[in-house]
């Protein structure tokens, strides 16, 4: 009677496990399905029109995202804990543990990246209060874009005699 009553609670036990693990599978799909990868030119666009970005900065921004993410929404490196298309890191950053810009790190790995821009800021404003520049807070400008200063506009291709 006992042997069978073990016998029945492990394979209950699995059904959970295989359910849970199901589950789990399911959501990861949902979150890959609502992810994108912007153009440079499309992030560009949005950035232009968020709230609170400095407009002479969208070189850098689409500069340092080309390197932290390649535009990805998606993107999560699960050694250094950074989420999303700005790679915000999770110890600080998003929740949990990191509280600050109090997002779910999940939430910055999706195409909506209205939380992603206000928490990249708040990235921004609070290293550039400790070292006069958040742009340092990312890896991928200290190595890439540093050199990037002001808003760089394209030159335009015009012909002798052209007017525009």
Same mark, same amino acid.
């Given at each position: 009677?006992? /042997? *069978?009553?073990?016998?029945?609670?492990? #394979?209950?036990?699995?059904? +959970?496990?295989?359910?849970? !693990? $199901?589950?789990?599978?399911?959501?990861?799909? !949902?979150?890959?399905? *609502?992810?994108?990868?912007? @153009?440079?030119?499309?992030?560009?666009? #949005?950035?232009?029109?968020? =709230?609170? #970005?400095?407009? @002479?900065?969208?070189?850098?921004? +689409?500069?340092?995202?080309?390197?932290?993410? =390649?535009?990805?929404?998606?993107?999560?490196?699960? /050694? @250094?804990?950074?989420? $999303?298309?700005?790679?915000?890191?999770?110890?600080?950053?998003?929740?949990?543990? $990191? %509280?600050?810009?109090?997002?779910?790190?999940? =939430?910055? *790995?999706?195409?909506?990246? &209205?939380?992603?821009?206000?928490?990249?800021? @708040?990235?921004?404003?609070?290293?550039?209060?400790? =070292?006069?520049?958040?742009? *340092?807070?990312?890896? $991928?400008?200290? %190595?890439?874009?540093?050199?990037?200063? &002001?808003?760089?506009?394209?030159?335009?291709?015009? %012909?002798?005699?052209?007017?525009?």
């Amino acid at each position: 009677m006992q /042997k *069978r009553l073990h016998q029945t609670t492990k #394979v209950c036990l699995q059904i +959970k496990f295989f359910f849970l !693990l $199901g589950l789990c599978c399911c959501c990861r799909l !949902l979150v890959e399905v *609502r992810s994108k990868v912007f @153009s440079p030119e499309e992030f560009g666009e #949005v950035m232009r029109n968020a =709230s609170g #970005v400095n407009a @002479s900065h969208i070189e850098i921004w +689409k500069c340092l995202v080309k390197w932290e993410s =390649s535009f990805d929404t998606a993107a999560h490196n699960t /050694k @250094s804990g950074d989420h $999303g298309i700005f790679q915000i890191n999770e110890k600080w950053w998003c929740s949990p543990p $990191g %509280k600050y810009c109090q997002v779910a790190c999940v =939430s910055l *790995r999706d195409d909506d990246i &209205t939380d992603d821009i206000e928490c990249a800021l @708040s990235v921004y404003d609070e290293h550039e209060r400790i =070292s006069g520049n958040g742009f *340092r807070a990312w890896h $991928g400008y200290t %190595k890439h874009c540093i050199n990037i200063t &002001t808003a760089e506009e394209p030159e335009l291709d015009l %012909k002798e005699n052209e007017t525009i």
